[in-house]
C-alpha cells in the first residue's frame, strides 16, 4: 500500500459541504466515489486537512488516501479528474511517507472571504462572493482587524454550539484590502473555530456599515462571548486558500 497526497479545488455551491452526510452531496463523497470506480469498486477511504461547510469553497484542499495501486501523480492526477464532476479538480498529487496526515500534520490555513459591493449586483459572482450593497468604511474594518493578530481566545468567534473545548488560536497575518472591483478579506493562522471566519467577517461588516466602532472588535475579543460578535456572514464568499505543513507534501 502506498499513501497519496492530493491538491484539490472546488466549488462548493452545489455541495452540502465537505464532509460525507446521508442522502446529501457531498465533496468527500464524490471523492470516494471517483476511487471506488478507478479501484473497480472497492472502497476507498480519504482523509482531509478539514471540512468546509455547505457553500464553502476551496483553491486548495489538501487530502490524503491509501491505495495498492502503483500509478505515477500526472497518471493520477488524469484518472481522478476522469472521475469527478466538473466543480471538483485534483491539481496536484504526490507520494508520501505512510505516516503522513492531512488533518494532523497542519501547521497553519488561510482564508480568504470575497465582498462585492455596489448598487447593482455581479450576476456572475453570487454563489462566489457576498453582495452588499451600501457603502463600506474599508479603513475602519482595516483597523478593526488587525486587533485579531496574535493569540487570543476565540470563543466569541466561534459558533455556540461546537464541541470544542479549547479556542485559542494564533492569528499570523490579517488584511483587506480592493481586489478588482471587491473586497478580499485575507486571514492566517495556525486553525481556525467552527465558524470563526464568517463570524469575524459579519463583524468587520457591521463595523464598515458603521454600526460599530473599530475599537470594539478588541472589546469582542475580551467577552469571549458569541453574543458580542456580529452576524455570521454567508457562506458563499468564503475560499479555504491554503494549508501549510512543516514538510509541504506538494
Known amino acids: 500500500m502506498a499513501r ?12 452540502s ?12 463523497a464524490v ?14 477511504s480519504v482523509t482531509a486537512s478539514g471540512r468546509t461547510d455547505a457553500g ?3 483553491k486548495a484542499q489538501v ?3 491509501d491505495s495498492h495501486l502503483q500509478m505515477a501523480p500526472s497518471n493520477w492526477i488524469q484518472a481522478l479528474n476522469v472521475h469527478l464532476p466538473n466543480d471538483v479538480v485534483v491539481e496536484e498529487v504526490s507520494e508520501v511517507a505512510e505516516d503522513f496526515h492531512a488533518r494532523f500534520h497542519t501547521t497553519g490555513k488561510e482564508y480568504r472571504y470575497y465582498i462585492h459591493h455596489g448598487e447593482v449586483p455581479n450576476v456572475f459572482r453570487r454563489h462566489h462572493a457576498l453582495h452588499i450593497k451600501q457603502p463600506l ?28 473545548v479549547d479556542k485559542v488560536r494564533t492569528i ?28 469575524i467577517v459579519g463583524t468587520l461588516i457591521e463595523v464598515g456599515s458603521g454600526k460599530r ?16 460578535a456580529g452576524k455570521t456572514a454567508p457562506a458563499q464568499g468564503l475560499y479555504l486558500w491554503h494549508v501549510d505543513y512543516e514538510n509541504n507534501p506538494f
Do not use: W
Not at 492530493?6 to 455551491?13: E, I, P, Q, S, V
Not at 464532509?19 to 452531496?25: G, M, R
Not at 471523492?31 to 476507498?44: D, P, S, V, W
Open 63 to 65: 487530502i490524503h488516501f
Open 172 to 199: 499570523a497575518s490579517v488584511s483587506l484590502h480592493p481586489n478588482g472591483g471587491e473586497l478580499e478579506f485575507t486571514i492566517a493562522g495556525n486553525g481556525f473555530l467552527y465558524n470563526m471566519v464568517r463570524i
Open 31 to 44: 471523492i470516494e466515489q471517483a476511487l471506488t470506480n478507478i479501484h473497480k469498486g472497492e472502497r476507498i
Open 137 to 164: 468604511d474599508v479603513p475602519a474594518m482595516q483597523t478593526a482587524a488587525q486587533y485579531l493578530l496574535g493569540t487570543h481566545d476565540f470563543s466569541a468567534f466561534c459558533a455556540s454550539n461546537t464541541a470544542v
Open 4 to 15: 497519496y497526497a492530493c491538491k484539490l479545488a472546488y466549488d462548493g455551491t452545489e455541495y
Open 17 to 28: 459541504g465537505y464532509q460525507v452526510q446521508p442522502q446529501k452531496k457531498t465533496v468527500q
Open 213 to 228: 466602532d473599530a475599537r470594539e472588535m478588541e472589546t469582542i475579543l475580551a467577552s469571549k462571548d458569541r453574543a458580542f
Open 56 to 58: 464553502v469553497h476551496a
